[in-house]
């Protein structure tokens, strides 16, 4: 393969460099959180943590784990980045995002450091395109100080049974609001739209559920338009995980498996839009 032939000399200029076979297996993952335009990249020896944000309010990061890479080189503790995902979208898909039956489009990403751009280099059927985008300082992410005992209640289900629920739902709601119990109606999803109220009910005996551990009652109600990018990562996943904590910050997790069958992972974190009572 070309890219396999770039000179040692030049390989110890990069404090980071990692190849895929198929270039696919990254871009479908920055696909499911491509709702601003930039992105913040961390790579450590774990893999490479993408985070888009939006008004303070909504984060979503995707986790590649080294794994998944068929060479991943770090050369400091933590090298981070700040890059147009809407650019680097654009570039992995220079050769139409092929989808031919044993055709892909092999990837080397490369970055010399500070104030250098990440550069890609795409190769498929023998033909080589370099492509370098500028790099910013990553601005500060927040911290939603969603630590796992600070979690109230948590769930885990297959997807399809989300899918179903946001098909059927009013999205013409201002908000979604999600209702997680110990008691009836253990998990309900909720819109309030043009065509009236609508719910959405889960039993915890589901065959759908393979986790429900919920502590206490919690009614949240959250922005439609916060979760709707969400639903990107939801249509790729396989199962996800719900999770809210004790101040009605909602996490959700998804696990997407690659055309390779490996495991990536997709959080949004959404701060609640207001404390429902329960009666």
Known sequence: MPLSTQSQI???????????????NISNILKAIAFKDHAVFTATPNGLKVTVEDSKCLQANAFIQVEVFQEFTIKEDVVGFQVNLTVLLDCLNIFGGSTAPGVSTALRICYKGYGYPLTLFLEEGGVVTVCK??????????DFE?????????????????????SELDMTSEVLQFTMSPNQPYFRLSTFGNSGN???DYSKDSDMMELFKCTKTQTNRYKMSL???STKALALSCKVSVRTNSRGFLSLQYLIRNDDG?????EFYCCPDEDVEED
């Open 262 to 266: 490996q495991i990536c992972f997709v």
């Open 133 to 142: 985008i500028n790099t910013e300082e990553p601005e500060e992410t927040i």
């Open 146 to 166: 969603f630590c796992s005992s600070d979690v109230t209640n948590k769930i885990i289900l297959q997807s399809e049974n989300l899918k179903e629920a946001f």
């Open 198 to 200: 609508a719910h959405y």
């Open 10 to 24: 030049e390989d110890e200029q990069y404090v980071f460099m990692a190849s895929l076979d198929n270039a696919r």
């Open 227 to 229: 979760l709707k990018p």
